[in-house]
């Protein structure tokens, strides 16, 4: 389902790869643009293009870091990463197991699924802690859209018009990483980053959507 015209972005991580086959199939019928990784260190490297609103992650992962260290290392850069932990672990253990590492977190038992969609309806509820902001943009969030650089403007319609770091990186002929730095000035100035309650990024699309229209228009 898309939000304000934005498509949510899953993180997929499950060492078992027909687990993971399933997982990134329930959520893609539900919308979600899923990026499927088959270890911690491959969705440490997916992460920044992925740009995702929700981890779904084994907890035992065969390896570390494991699913509840990768858990806290994403949620480190990305504070509003909505996180759902898959486990043969019953619900209980593995909430007690992670309460004083992952605050928010949602649990599946792997083991006691009936329907695969019930992972989504876990995915849904931990999104739903982190609600993102529908409302209206303020005056002084338009004036503060209106002083941003020509660079930061086109780079905040792109991130409006859903590209990842990486594509936008592309399209401008720059580095990811000055792309994530640029990303990260453009949130401070627009003042949608420091609030957990917001997914920066969508805010910031919201933003510039409801200023300027359809971010697509003039796009190749």
């Keep these: 389902m898309a939000v304000d015209g934005w498509r949510r972005r899953a993180l997929v991580v499950e060492d078992h790869a ?21 270890s911690s260190a491959d969705a440490l490297r997916l992460a920044d293009q992925a740009d995702p609103d929700l981890l779904v992650t084994d907890i035992d ?4 870091p494991n699913g ?7 949620r480190e850069r990305a504070p509003y990463l909505a996180i759902v932990f898959l ?10 197991r992670a309460r004083e590492t992952v605050a928010g977190a949602s649990f599946v038992n792997k083991g006691a699924i009936a ?6 309806v876990a995915a849904e509820a931990a999104l739903a802690e982190r609600p993102v ?10 004036a503060a859209l209106l002083r ?19 594509e936008i990186a592309r399209r401008r002929g720059v580095t990811v990483r000055a792309v994530e730095k640029s990303v990260e ?3 401070n100035a627009l003042g949608v980053s420091g609030d957990d309650r917001l997914t920066p990024r969508v805010a910031a699309a919201t933003l510039y959507t409801a200023t300027f229209g359809d971010p697509q228009t003039g796009l190749g």
């Design 18 to 38: 027909l687990m993971r086959s399933l997982v990134a199939e329930a959520l893609e019928r539900r919308g979600f643009d899923v990026t499927p990784a088959a």
């Design 133 to 142: 902001s529908r409302e209206a943009p303020s005056g002084d969030g338009r």
């Design 61 to 64: 992962l065969g390896e570390r």
């Design 185 to 187: 000035r453009i949130f």
């Design 115 to 120: 329907d695969i969609d019930e992972l989504v």
């Design 68 to 74: 509840l260290e990768l858990a806290t290392i994403l």
């Design 148 to 166: 941003l650089s020509e660079a930061q403007l086109e780079t905040t319609r792109l991130l409006a018009a859903g590209f990842s770091n990486a």
């Design 87 to 96: 486990s043969n672990l019953s619900r209980e253990a593995a909430s007690a």
